[in-house]
């Protein structure tokens, strides 16, 4: 990658402010087949998110594509990562939280009785805002995961190739005994992202995961996220509104309504949500008008 | 661009700034009460030491370590009150380490945050404060008449073992405590169970802070007086112990002894046990401190 100037004329207009719908043109590109022709890999069925007896979250039906990346953007506190965390069932841990509604991984209700949350979450992983790597090596920090669940393959080939599809190998090869702490921040959120794909997951979630990232780090981030998204399907959430014009696929527009609840307001291809929205709330927000 | 509610006349510099002078003296005086805190508690220490040198080093020697008591201070040596403190001390850390750790864990990983739990918080670090006789008269009722151990160093090792577990459980929970949540959701979202992430996760991320917190609490069991007093280990004894059967001493109350006798040899016998303790000391603390940087050594947050 050329560190001097990343990608230099989409970055060159994005101090505008006003036209994010420009930068659409990459994404298009590099847009294969329609999505609608794609298999559906999660899909919500009118679900609602509580924390004790606060709705968070009400009535979101969407679906998520395979091989695809879907963004979701909003305000702060719309409940995106409310959302996000239901679909690995990290909110089980949340003592007050409780679902309704239905939400399907490959046709299984993850929700439905008899399905326990620690094995959902090997197939939906998950890569959080701050780069969370464990106290430990490099190498144990990637190998954690396999052996928890039980792996039983060659360790050192799965952390090496875990760590090469997270495009972290040429930077950690002679540091895999080295702490996973003592990385900078953009690695060790790759490192984070290398073991999330050690377990070999369906679906990865992402929660913000460049908001504590320095630009250039940001960037390897998202071009990553284009690699991973030919084996994986990949769900970001984001505050960065360039970020989801230039790396997503889908789009999903949140806000909140009156009763601090959060809803869908559109979803649809990145391309058109950015530069024909239906919804007045969403041209809103994508322009830079609020949120 | 003076403010707009001042009268005229008077600047923002006049109003804000008479005080300035005052406001530097007062930091300064109390950096100077700060030092002199430090200054206190450093000349005791140099006085102490002082003391016990100067009383205790003619008495240190080979003989001394490797003797018994003797009623004639110049053949008295200190062999089974050490390797009686030792003993504790091997015995309490044994017994502390996975009941305190297993109770830390359960306080900050599996107990709800419900009246009962909150309660029992209050109460182990209440526990911690309670006077360390009372464990004495405790452990004289249960370990040495109930449960039959007799006056043995085995019910002394269980009365320390009951004083420093309050102690092992509040500094092992503030460890557990200190690991940041993220940790605690990376290892879910790899799915891992509780226990995996208990175990793979926190534990090493939370063991610098639980081991130093035994050593040190080890320390304090070696120290001990006043309970062992009362679950006999204020006796003679000129063999070395047997964990679960028989008399034992512990440094402290050798000590104890020793400086009560009124000759002024029996004195300097004393001086020179104190300084066996506080080598031991000193060596637990050192221990405490590289546990610490060894365990550590990959965690930075």
Redesign the interface.
């Given at each position: 990658m050329n560190v001097e100037s990343p990608d230099a004329p989409v970055r060159a207009s994005s101090s505008g402010g006003v036209g994010p719908a420009i930068r659409i043109a990459a994404a298009g590109e590099r847009r294969g087949t329609e999505d609608t022709e794609r298999q559906t890999v999660i899909e919500l069925q009118d679900l609602s998110c509580y924390y004790g007896a606060f709705r968070a979250v009400r009535n979101v039906s969407l679906e998520v594509r395979k091989q695809r990346i879907t963004a979701l953007i909003g305000p702060s506190g719309c409940g995106k990562s409310t959302l996000i965390r239901t679909i690995n069932r990290m909110n089980d841990l949340v003592p007050s939280y409780r679902t309704e509604g239905k939400l399907f991984l490959d046709g299984q209700d993850l929700y439905g009785s008899g399905v326990d949350p620690v094995a959902v979450r090997r197939r939906v992983g998950m890569v959080f805002q701050k780069p969370n790597p464990f106290p430990k090596t490099v190498w144990e920090n990637v190998a954690f995961g396999p052996k928890i669940n039980g792996y039983k393959g060659d360790l050192n080939e799965l952390v090496e190739r875990s760590l090469r599809r997270a495009a972290l190998w040429d930077d950690v090869k002679d540091k895999l005994k080295q702490s996973g702490m003592a990385l900078s921040g953009g690695q060790q959120q790759r490192l984070c992202i290398a073991r999330t794909i050690a377990v070999d997951p369906e679906v990865i979630l992402m929660d913000e995961p460049c908001s504590s990232l320095d630009p250039r780090s940001t960037l390897q981030i998202e071009e990553l996220m284009a690699e991973l998204k030919k084996e994986y399907t990949i769900v970001i959430v984001t505050h960065n509104m360039q970020q989801a014009a230039r790396a997503s696929d889908t789009t999903i527009f949140m806000t909140m309504g009156e009763d601090r609840a959060g809803y869908v307001v559109e979803q649809g291809e990145t391309v058109g949500i950015f530069t024909n929205p239906q919804n007045q709330l969403t041209e809103d927000y994508v322009s830079g008008r609020f949120g | 661009m003076t403010a707009t509610t001042a009268t005229p006349g008077t600047t923002a510099r006049d109003r804000f700034e008479p005080a300035l002078m005052r406001r530097k003296l007062t930091g300064t005086f109390f950096y100077g009460a700060c030092i002199g805190a430090i200054g206190i508690l450093f000349f005791a220490l140099l006085m102490l030491l002082y003391d016990v040198l100067s009383r205790g080093l003619p008495w240190l020697d080979p003989d001394f370590i490797s003797g018994v008591p003797s009623r004639r201070p110049e053949r008295a040596g200190i062999l089974p009150a050490l390797i009686g403190s030792l003993q504790i001390g091997v015995i309490v850390g044994i017994l502390t380490f996975p009941t305190g750790v297993a109770a830390a864990i359960y306080l900050s990983e599996y107990a709800?945050?419900n009246r009962l739990n909150r309660a029992l918080r209050t109460n182990i670090s209440n526990l911690s404060g309670v006077p360390s006789v009372i464990y004495g008269i405790f452990g004289l009722a249960i370990f040495v008449r109930a449960l039959g151990f007799g006056f043995t160093l085995m019910a002394g090792a269980l009365t320390l073992t009951l004083l420093i577990l309050p102690v092992v459980i509040i500094a092992s929970l503030e460890a557990l405590k200190a690991v940041?949540d993220?940790?605690?959701?990376?290892?879910?979202?790899?799915?891992?169970?509780r226990w995996?992430m208990v175990r793979?996760?926190l534990m090493?991320?939370a063991a610098p802070g639980i081991m130093t917190g035994i050593i040190l609490a080890m320390a304090r069991a070696i120290g001990e007086t006043a309970p062992l007093i009362l679950v006999g280990a204020f006796t003679f004894v000129t063999f070395l112990p047997n964990p679960i059967e028989g008399g034992y001493t512990v440094l402290p109350i050798q000590v104890y002894q020793w400086a009560g006798r009124p000759q002024p040899d029996f004195q300097g016998i004393s001086a020179a046990a104190i300084i066996v303790l506080l080598v031991l000391m000193l060596v637990l603390n050192a221990l405490a401190l590289i546990v610490r940087i060894r365990l550590?050594?990959?965690?930075?947050?």
């Open positions: - | 709800k945050d940041p993220s940790q605690r959701e990376g290892a879910y979202a790899l799915g891992a169970s995996q793979g996760t090493p991320a550590s050594r990959h965690i930075q947050w």
